[in-house]
């Protein structure tokens, strides 16, 4: 026979991982330092960097 006297229990959502791009400010360093480490995914992509 089954309890029917407790509830079930729920199970815990997942928490949201802080970001990097909300938690550091935008700067023109940061920028420039995420672009330069895409540069391999740019490759793949064949996109071309225009100086």
């Not at 700067?27 to 420039?32: F, I």
Request: proline share 14%; aromatic share 4%.
């Amino acid at each position: 026979m089954e309890r029917t006297d407790q509830p079930e229990q729920q199970p815990t959502p997942p928490q949201p991982q802080p970001s990097r791009i909300i938690a550091e400010p935008a700067t023109v360093q940061a920028c420039q330092q995420d672009y330069a480490q895409a540069a391999d995914v740019r490759e793949r992509l064949g996109w071309k960097d225009h100086a």
